[in-house]
């Protein structure tokens, strides 16, 4: 009979994996031996989160104030079968790291005790297994994602693998990856051509990489993950995101639980650092959280344009052609106003580029335009 483990439980086994997932990261920084205890101090809280959820599973009498060490013979008195808890001596040693760190100012070597993430894992797996006959693998950290949506198609993955449908997994998560990192600005869509009805997120750039990077995701598993699942692209005229397979890597042999696993668990782990807490030392407010922008013609009219007139500040995109014409994708007549967001994106330039739900949607696919600085008059109000 399964066993059934209780929320409280549960919860300090989920709590258990994040703190091992951020001390792993942490661990893995061997050069720097502040970042590296940090990420022992965060293995020792791992360890003993995964050892209390087990004592508190079987029923133990938990004090007040009960320590890691404690655990080792509270788990083993509550057990009926007396199994003996794994990794102790391990765990003692980590303890003392711990304590010399926390209390003596003795820093860890971080090259003798690299092996701690792996050791902590290990007995993490080897506890859910034993006693709670859960295999940690599973245990899912899609409960801390924020985004309704984004945390829907993760739940929608997650059903998808259960029931071997593994194509439509990956659809799901590649859309998921998209809205966190790909969907903000727009401009990371670029048309294929002029010609072309489609706009292809720009994945493969140095920007969108150091973009990655900031956020502690690795490039390497990003663009696996990326050759794994659909392309996408979204509908000049409609705005609509769709996805196709390449025939090189998206097809059935790849459409394996493996390969979805991965990509599941990719998924929440970038979902969780691009959502991560900021730094107490200061807090960032989007500007179009507090404030919109007013935006009305000086004279007759102002023309809003589908492109700049200047190249683009980071290198041109493979369609950029100062002898393109220009369209217009929006008038604005005189006595007209539009509520957007109006962005200096040169401090050389003398265009603004104007955010909308004003503007009709018939070029691009959100309501956006380029727009002369002489034409306009931008009068910033508080929402």
């Keep these: 009979m399964k066993v ?16 091992l997932r951020a001390g792993t990261d942490a661990c893995e920084n061997k050069r720097d031996r502040m970042t590296f205890t940090k990420g022992i101090l965060l293995l020792h809280d791992a360890a003993e989160a995964a050892l209390g959820a087990v004592a508190d599973h079987l029923h133990a009498p938990l004090g007040e104030k009960c320590f890691l060490l404690e655990y080792y013979r509270l788990i083993q008195n509550n057990d009926l079968k007396k199994r003996p808890v794994p990794y102790k001596r391990h765990i003692i040693n980590l ?58 198609l993760v739940d929608s993955a997650e059903e998808d693998i259960k029931k071997g449908e593994i194509e439509n997994a990956l659809v799901a998560l590649a859309f998921a ?11 990371l869509f670029v048309p294929t051509d002029d010609k072309s009805s489609l706009l292809l997120p720009k994945t493969h750039t140095i920007e969108h990489t150091v973009k990655l990077l900031q956020h502690g995701v690795d490039p390497y598993l990003y663009n696996r993950f990326k050759t794994l699942t659909p392309m996408l692209a979204m509908e000049k005229k409609t705005g609509n995101i769709i996805h196709w397979w390449d025939q090189l890597y998206g097809h059935s042999a ?11 668990d990719f998924c929440v782990d970038t979902v969780l650092k691009f959502q991560r807490d900021e730094d107490s030392r200061y807090k960032l407010i989007m500007y179009t959280d507090v404030f919109e922008d007013i935006i009305e013609p000086v004279d007759k009219q102002a023309t809003l344009w589908d492109r700049s007139l200047q190249p683009p500040r980071y290198g041109f995109p493979p369609n950029w ?8 994708t929006f008038v604005l007549e005189k006595g007209e106003k539009i509520i957007g967001f109006a962005q200096n994106t040169d401090p050389i330039s003398d265009e603004w580029f104007v955010i909308s739900k004003a503007i009709p949607l018939e070029h691009f696919s959100e309501g956006h335009g380029y727009v002369a600085k002489s034409e306009v008059k931008i009068t910033r109000k508080k929402k």
């Excluded at 059934?4 to 703190?19: C, D, S």
């Excluded at 860890?108 to 050791?119: G, V």
């Excluded at 809205?179 to 401009?187: A, G, L, T």
């Design 177 to 187: 990856i998209h809205y966190v990192c790909e969907d903000f600005p727009f401009r």
């Design 95 to 152: 303890n003392t790291l711990r304590n010399n760190a926390k209390h003596q100012g003795i820093l860890p070597d971080p090259i003798a005790n690299s092996h701690f993430p792996t050791t902590v894992s290990a007995l993490i797996n080897d506890l859910c297994e034993t006693y709670l006959e859960l295999d940690f693998s599973t245990v899912s950290l899609k409960s801390l994602i924020k985004s309704k949506k984004v945390r829907k």
């Design 321 to 328: 052609s100062a002898s393109t014409e220009r369209e217009s």
């Design 254 to 264: 790849n459409w394996t639980t493996e390969n979805a696993m991965f990509c599941l």
């Design 4 to 19: 059934k483990i209780r929320n409280e439980v549960y919860n300090r086994i989920i709590l258990a994996k994040t703190l």
